[in-house]
């Protein structure tokens, strides 16, 4: 597998401006996932990018999204990704739920919000990364995640 890349972000919370800013990085990356709470500021990235461009719905995104979906998985070369917002695996309390269940769904990433603090967790080969938040009242970040055949670097970026 060649080298792919993902730029991982959630909680933009009607920030579409900075969402929007990341247009070029779209542009250059294989994907760009958004983990819910402003699942609507992707839909013209969406529409610009549809075969790159996943979409959760987060607990604040009402009836949710019409692009979106509220968890599922993504395959990238060996990797298999679990994306969700976070809130239905109490993730503001633990991460043992949701690592339950990116195993249980043979993934090796998860991937959640909901918290707004950005963190990357490795444990007997689950790689679980929340991006932070992109929200306007927020030290804004999100994550930029690499993928090899046998390897998963996740950074978290400052914007």
Request: aromatic share 8%; proline share 1%; hydrophobic share 35%.
């Amino acid at each position: 597998m060649k080298m792919q890349t993902v730029i991982v972000i959630s909680d933009s919370h009607g920030n579409k401006a900075d969402v929007d800013k990341l247009r070029s990085l779209v542009a250059e990356n294989d994907y760009i996932i958004h983990l819910g709470d402003g699942a609507n500021d992707m839909v013209d990235l969406y529409r610009e990018f549809p075969d790159k461009v996943y979409v959760c719905n987060g607990n604040c995104d009402g009836w949710g999204s019409r692009i979106a979906g509220d968890e599922w998985e993504i395959e990238v070369g060996n990797h298999k990704i679990f994306c969700c917002h976070g809130h239905k695996y109490r993730v503001k309390s633990t991460l043992e739920e949701l690592k339950r269940e990116a195993r249980a769904r043979g993934c090796d990433i998860a991937l959640y919000g909901h918290t707004h603090e950005k963190r990357i967790d490795e444990e007997e080969g689950l790689f679980v990364v929340n991006p932070g938040t992109m929200s306007k009242y927020a030290y804004k970040s999100y994550c930029y995640l690499v993928l090899t055949d046998q390897k998963v670097v996740a950074t978290l970026v400052d914007c």
